[in-house]
């Protein structure tokens, strides 16, 4: 279900479509969803339908069979599953989801699954101190043990004892919305998560038969646990006690919340593993971080897309790192900035980035690289043992091993139509401040003096000097002014 409003989020953007560690919201359900093996997801969409579909589109891959229902208005969670209905086949198990519910996880959806078991309708519940709000989970007066276990089956077995910890322990007969409640329901604990699996057939079947006759007027999905019980289909409940699985996001402040919450648990994970995190509370990974052991990263570090941390690795504060393989004992110097991008970048063994240092896509840097402070690199291999060390530029250079490129130094690359290569041969020492306008190349060994603009390729082991040559004029008087 993805189709309500999201109106406390307050902004433009369909509320589904914010991110949590960088992914859209409905993008982790369906994710999780897909690695429960779906057959099929159908996605109710409604507010912000063309950009919720579209995005949903580009987000699942391409072994989910996606469909869309479009729920025009929007009158309740039940006319919303009502809309998917017919895109469901008979046969099978349908989990109901909420776009905005992003932490829910697989093995808590596996075991629901189980406890539908294609014949049950299973309810994931929780227990709140506070349920004000939230659909509460009636169960029948408790019966004695003795009377809960059915004739001639022997005590263990039965749908009472299937019911897990939590709970009373009694056969769920219904849920009731917070506003249709009355005193002694609304002192229940035990809420809806607003997840559900149920046979298909009979989900349908129930479907059919909703009203809205209610405190809000809305067809609520909820009402099918009474008709199951009707039906005399056994209804379960499935209780979990991480609360935050099953919490929606309806406000800044709650997206904030789970944020905070994910962010501490991969934190945590990372730990486990042996990763030691200056503050665990002052790390972001919004994507995938693979670590060797005795990796340290210190705080307000951010992590995107796919980064790999060889043994070793010390990653400085305030570095924000994307795409990119880092190798054993690198260091990367604090507030750096590497994105890879789709192409991804590498760091050497033992090579030293930063501090305020920026790759690009396609900068390879060889073992022992040095990239100093206010050195950009793109689409450059710079070869083992190569140095940049200061306020520089390499763009789309291939740099040989040792190569000692001085501050200032830039290849101009762009001749406002193309890009050019520029190739640096093993041992070569550029000067300060030089401009290596590309396609060039410099031979091996050679050296470039400071200050050159060069224009043409260059032999091996020659000294290069391109600039207006040196003019002294000896007891030159500089002007004077006038007397007054
Ligand atoms: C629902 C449950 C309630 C449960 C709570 C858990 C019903 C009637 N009540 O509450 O028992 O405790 O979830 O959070 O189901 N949506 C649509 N179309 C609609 C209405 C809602 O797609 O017409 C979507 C929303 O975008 C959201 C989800 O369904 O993703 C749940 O809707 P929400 O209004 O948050 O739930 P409640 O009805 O308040
Ligand atoms: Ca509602």
């Avoid at 520089?392 to 040792?402: M, Q």
Wanted: hydrophobic share 40%; aromatic share 4%.
């Amino acid at each position: 279900m993805a189709a309500g409003k999201g109106t406390r989020m307050k902004s433009r953007l369909p509320k589904v479509l914010h991110r949590l560690a960088g992914q859209p919201l409905i993008g982790r359900v369906i994710d999780t969803a897909t690695r429960l093996g779906a057959a099929q997801v159908v996605v109710v969409t409604g507010h912000g339908a063309e950009e919720v579909e579209g995005a949903v589109r580009g987000l699942a891959g391409p072994s989910v069979a996606l469909d869309f229902a479009r729920q025009e208005p929007q009158l309740g969670t039940g006319h919303a599953v009502q809309q998917a209905a017919p895109k469901l086949p008979d046969a099978g198990t349908v989990l109901v989801l909420s776009g905005d519910v992003p932490l829910i996880a697989e093995d808590t959806l596996r075991a629901l699954v189980a406890a539908c078991g294609g014949e049950r309708l299973a309810l994931l519940t929780v227990e709140l101190d506070d349920p004000t709000g939230y659909g509460r989970v009636i169960r029948a007066p408790a019966p004695r043990q003795a009377e809960a276990v059915p004739h001639g089956e022997p005590a263990g077995s039965g749908a009472a004892q299937r019911l897990p910890r939590g709970g009373s322990g009694a056969q769920v007969q219904a849920i009731v919305e917070h506003k249709d409640a009355n005193e002694a329901q609304r002192a229940i604990r035990e809420i809806y998560s607003g997840v559900m699996a149920a046979p298909a057939a009979a989900l349908k079947r129930w479907l059919g038969r909703l009203g809205n006759d209610n405190a809000q007027g809305e067809y609520y999905l909820t009402d099918v646990a009474r008709i199951a019980v009707e039906e005399g289909t056994a209804v379960v409940a499935e209780m979990i006690g991480d609360a935050m699985q099953v919490a929606g996001v309806n406000s800044p402040s709650q997206l904030a919340a789970l944020e905070r919450t994910w962010q501490r648990r991969e934190a945590e994970r990372l730990m486990d593993a042996g990763v030691r995190l200056a503050d665990p509370a002052r790390f972001d990974l919004r994507g995938e971080l693979a670590c060797g052991p005795d990796v340290e990263i210190d705080v307000g570090c951010i992590f995107e897309g796919r980064v790999t941390l060889g043994e070793g690795v010390r990653i400085g504060a305030h570095c924000v790192i994307a795409n990119v393989r880092i190798d054993d004992g690198a260091v990367i110097h604090p507030f750096t900035h590497i994105d890879g991008g789709k192409e991804g970048a590498s760091v050497g063994a033992g090579a030293l980035v930063g501090p305020y240092a920026r790759l690009r896509p396609g900068a390879q840097l060889g073992a022992e690289v040095h990239v100093g402070n206010f050195v950009e690199i793109k689409n450059s291999t710079l070869a083992d043992g190569a140095k940049a060390n200061h306020l520089a530029y390499l763009g789309d250079a291939t740099v040989g091993a040792r190569v000692n490129y001085g501050a200032g130094s830039i290849t101009a690359n762009y001749d406002g139509a193309n890009k050019h290569r520029t190739v640096i041969g093993d041992d070569v020492h550029v000067g300060s401040n030089c401009v290596l306008v590309a396609p060039i190349t410099v031979g091996a060994g050679g050296t470039v003096g400071g200050g050159s603009t060069v224009t043409k390729s260059t032999e091996p082991g020659a000294l290069t000097v391109a600039r207006g040559r040196q003019v002294s004029f000896p007891n030159w008087q500089r002007p004077k002014k006038a007397p007054k």
